[in-house]
């Protein structure tokens, strides 16, 4: 063990948790509450002389060039970022329950051959954010960057024939937002002000997330009829906002712009496909017996949940939804309730990697260096099913005196330590 790793982690190698995401990267070490650092997905590279941001989307289907960009991407996270010398040491990978096989090899292939790690846990984002629940029964809904996914969880077991998967996330709000703010927004340079779409600058995906960021909210549809009392609280029309692109242009993003951002996950598509829909499908396509339990339990993750109101908003979508023609005769469940996060929704399935990284059993759930390198393949994790459950149950026993520590435990543990050190707080990092 290097100087640096027993200066940083004392005299145990900590497991090093990661979560790539199809947009960002969150990154630390077991039994922690947070990452410490969030950055991109991407590697910057030289094309015909000019740098150039590569995405590991774009490449989910070339190993030979995907593996080249793991590389330098991978070595940044351990000896620029997290500070520690990857050699034998453990890893818990959250992984999203579609990864590809391609992705998923290459990256296998690149910690365990180049950078010699000891053994690594595949783990599924969204049985992870189960863990940070601490509940064996919910419905995880993850609303990341590139797609929507709905996976319902009893008993700690997943019921993946009733998983919902769509596109309604975060890249098709960035290309809704693009077009009102060609119809509906305004530039201003010095004292003349134009049409947005008359003067229109470049919008780069970058600075549509930081739109979407900064201004995004979720307002009420005005299109449903109110039928609750008048004291119910409901969000404020949002005001107009300024966004500065340059020295000398100022943005004027209207409020109903602001409003209407959402609109491309929460109104029907033209396969009359939204993220509500998603929801009340996968309710139907369960076991009437536990649909009332599910729809009490329904958690929402990924970077999405954390624009203001979307909780708030999506609760009001299923209740009319569910009282629409379509679906009254069909569903049994009228009420719908939401668990809130115990970290920034963004994060919550790291969260459940970092607490299983502390867990004893963690050698006996990973594959191994020799492992990989003998078969140069990792199994999907639908083919250990049976491995995942007896995690999943270790994690859930409450009895006093076993080896293995209950959940509950387990996160008060780890809030209090992080309390008490007073960890810095999640480092975002734009460069990569």
């Not at 990256?107 to 940070?132: C, D, N, R, T």
Request: proline residues 6%; aromatic residues 8%; glycine residues 6%.
């Amino acid at each position: 063990m290097s100087l640096l790793d027993n200066i940083v982690l004392g005299s145990e190698k900590v497991p090093v948790v990661l979560d790539i995401g199809a947009a960002y990267t969150k990154c630390g070490f077991a039994g922690e509450s947070c990452p410490r650092h969030i950055l991109p997905s991407s590697v910057v590279t030289c094309v015909d002389g000019k740098e150039k941001v590569v995405k590991f989307i774009d490449y989910a289907g070339n190993s030979q060039e995907l593996v080249k960009l793991l590389k330098r991407f991978i070595h940044n996270i351990f000896f620029k970022y997290l500070l520690v010398n990857p050699k034998d040491r453990r890893m818990v990978i959250v992984e999203s329950v579609l990864c590809p096989n391609t992705f998923k090899n290459s990256l296998a292939k690149v910690i365990f051959q180049h950078f010699e790690i000891q053994s690594a846990m595949f783990a599924p984002g969204h049985l992870m954010g189960l863990y940070s629940l601490g509940l064996p029964t919910a419905m995880i809904v993850d609303c990341g960057y590139s797609e929507a996914i709905v996976l319902p969880f009893y008993e700690t077991a997943s019921l993946f024939n009733c998983c919902q998967v769509s596109n309604l996330a975060g890249k098709v709000i960035n290309s809704h937002l693009e077009k009102l703010l060609l119809l509906y927004a305004s530039i201003t340079y010095g004292n003349e002000t134009k049409p947005f779409a008359a003067e229109r600058g470049p919008l780069t995906e970058d600075i549509l997330e930081e739109i979407k960021v900064k201004a995004c909210v979720s307002g009420h549809n005005p299109n449903y009829e109110d039928n609750a009392s008048e004291s119910t609280i409901k969000p404020l029309p949002a005001k107009p906002m300024k966004f500065h692109l340059g020295p000398s242009k100022v943005l004027t993003i209207p409020g109903e712009v602001r409003d209407k951002m959402l609109d491309a996950v929460f109104k029907p598509d033209c396969n009359d496909i939204s993220l509500a829909s998603m929801i009340i499908d996968c309710l139907l396509m369960c076991p009437i017996d536990i649909r009332k339990d599910l729809a009490a339990s329904i958690c929402v993750t990924g970077g999405c949940a954390a624009i203001p109101g979307f909780n708030w908003r999506l609760k009001e979508e299923l209740t009319v939804l569910a009282n629409s023609p379509r679906y009254k005769d069909e569903l049994s469940v009228k009420t719908f309730k939401f668990y809130e996060t115990v970290v920034h929704p963004n994060y919550t399935n790291w969260l459940g990697g970092s607490i299983c990284g502390i867990l004893e059993n963690l050698p006996d759930r990973s594959i191994s260096r020799e492992t990989f390198l003998k078969a140069e393949y990792v199994p999907d994790w639908t083919h250990s099913r049976k491995r995942l459950r007896s995690v999943a149950q270790a994690i859930m026993k409450k009895v006093s005196g076993e080896k293995t520590p209950s959940l509950a435990s387990v996160v008060s543990k780890i809030m209090t330590s992080s309390a008490k050190a007073k960890l810095p707080k999640v480092a975002i990092n734009d460069d990569s």
